[in-house]
Antibody
């Protein structure tokens, strides 16, 4: 059974950085069929795709909106992905989710398993 | 970037009803369209991938169809546990954008 377990609640000051972790069980980190994606959800709002990493190749892709201040990494030795977001502002207050991205063999990747979410609050 | 527009934004229905949610992509995306269900305080749950493929464990009352730019999620015979928010998401090109969501409420 695949599980993604994320790190806990974070409270940050504007201008600082946050690093959220996502530890996966199963073969997610050893197969080219999978990646890890990060999605956030501001309070009362919808889902917003931030970026992803194809773990085996180490390749990343980010939404333009976050390009300058986001980094997604993966540590294969611990089966853990990290999302680091810098220059935080109040609008970054949200629940951040990681999810496994699975190759559908012809129609792109889909997000089949999700972490429980990590609340990041940015406040002075 | 591909824009994904979902409608309606909210919907009231009764147990046993059949409902349809629509998602429109700003360009042709073939079958690169997925559907999720989200309940309050929970992570999204994958229902359908690649337009019409039911994820394992998802009840067969959920179905998806499409035409390359317009897609529908249909729920036959609504059950109490189906009242939630639904999102479509395109997986054709990054950024893998989501629709705005459809909140399905009990009438």
């Amino acid at each position: 059974q695949v599980q993604l377990v994320q790190s806990g609640v974070e409270v940050k000051r504007p201008g600082s950085s946050v690093k959220v972790s996502c530890k996966a069980s199963g073969d997610t980190f050893s197969s080219s069929n999978y990646g890890i994606t990060w999605v956030r959800q501001a309070p009362g709002h919808g889902l917003e795709w931030m970026g992803w990493i194809i773990i085996v190749f180490g390749t990343t892709s980010y939404a333009q909106k976050f390009q300058d201040r986001v980094a997604i990494t993966a540590d294969k030795s611990t089966s853990t992905s990290y999302l680091e977001l810098s220059s935080l502002r109040s609008e970054d207050t949200a629940v951040y989710y990681c999810a496994r991205a699975r190759d559908s063999n012809g129609y792109g990747y889909y997000f089949d398993y999700w972490g429980q979410g990590t609340l990041v609050t940015v406040s002075s | 970037d591909i824009q994904v527009t979902q409608s309606p934004s909210s919907l009231s229905a009764s147990v046993g009803d059949r409902v349809t949610i629509t998602c429109r992509a700003s360009q042709y995306i073939s079958r690169y369209l997925n559907w999720f269900q989200q309940k309050p305080g929970k992570a999204p749950k994958l229902l359908i991938f690649a337009e019409s493929n039911l994820e394992g464990g998802v009840p067969s009352r959920f179905s998806g169809s499409g035409s390359g730019t317009e897609f529908t999620l249909t729920i036959d015979s609504l059950q109490p546990e189906d009242f939630a928010t639904y999102y479509c998401q395109q997986s054709h090109n990054p950024p893998y954008s989501f629709g705005q969501g459809t909140k399905l409420e009990i009438k």
